[in-house]
């Protein structure tokens, strides 16, 4: 299926969803801030990465990314989160890397309900991604959908669960913004300094195959979790 016939497809799909509300649920996780424009300062705060498979029925077999999205804007000067970008980096370099860009907009809450159920996805869909408008000293949180978009003119299917391996990965996401109007975005620049690391295991795996919605292993703090467990004495106050 190429990225063209998709694409029309979920604009489709995500016309005949029903608006549900603007707000998605905070999942904790990778807080980080993103500071570089004049004028428009918005903060941005990432929340944990999640795999499932895509909110359709017609991409049901193809991975998406979810990525919780918060950003305050403290300045007093209106501006546009316009896009963002998500590389998909296989450590062992054993795949080649893979661009994830956002799709929709989605009520987290109600996809894991319906995944859980078995239900059509599909419903979680509040609108297709567009431009995210912030005026002054505001702030807004989205749930996005990210799904893989090959180059154009490489034949290359969209990346399905079935693609994906166990072993250690990468993410590393990029945002254009920019002052008002809407349309001076700025280049696509790196939302953070670090990547986040995080590993995928069979168990994981099978999991987003199933339909369910996985968080993946945060290498940082497992690494964390591990030193602690072999270093703090017991009764130790601290």
């Not at 998709?6 to 801030?33: D, M, R």
């Not at 090959?150 to 990346?159: A, F």
């Not at 993946?216 to 270093?231: G, H, N, S, Y």
Request: charged fraction near 20%; aromatic fraction near 10%.
């Amino acid at each position: 299926m190429s990225w063209t016939s998709v694409k029309k497809a979920l604009t489709i799909i995500a016309a005949l969803a029903a608006l549900a509300s603007a707000g998605a649920a905070w999942i904790g996780g990778y807080p980080q801030i993103y500071k570089w424009l004049e004028g428009f300062n918005p903060h941005l705060t990432i929340g944990s990465i999640a795999f499932a498979k895509a909110p359709t029925k017609i991409t049901s077999n193809k991975m998406a990314i979810f990525l919780n999205v918060r950003s305050s804007n403290s300045s007093d000067k209106g501006g546009c989160l316009s896009d963002f970008a998500i590389r998909l980096r296989d450590i062992s370099g054993s795949q080649a890397d893979k661009w994830f860009f956002p799709v929709f907009f989605v009520d987290i809450n109600k996809f894991v309900e319906q995944a859980r159920t078995g239900a059509d996805t599909s419903a979680s869909i509040e609108g297709s991604f567009s431009t995210i408008y912030m005026s002054a000293a505001s702030s807004v949180e989205r749930e996005i959908a990210f799904m893989h978009r090959p180059p154009t003119g490489e034949v290359k299917d969209i990346m399905a669960v079935e693609s994906l391996i166990p072993g250690s990965y990468q993410v590393e996401l990029l945002l254009s913004a920019g002052g008002l109007p809407c349309g001076n975005a700025a280049n696509y620049k790196r939302a953070f300094d670090t990547p986040i690391d995080f590993k995928l295991n069979e168990n994981l795996i099978g999991e987003v195959k199933k339909g369910s919605l996985v968080h993946p292993a945060d290498v940082d703090l497992d690494q964390r979790r591990e030193t602690l467990m072999r270093t703090w004495t017991k009764g130790e106050k601290r």
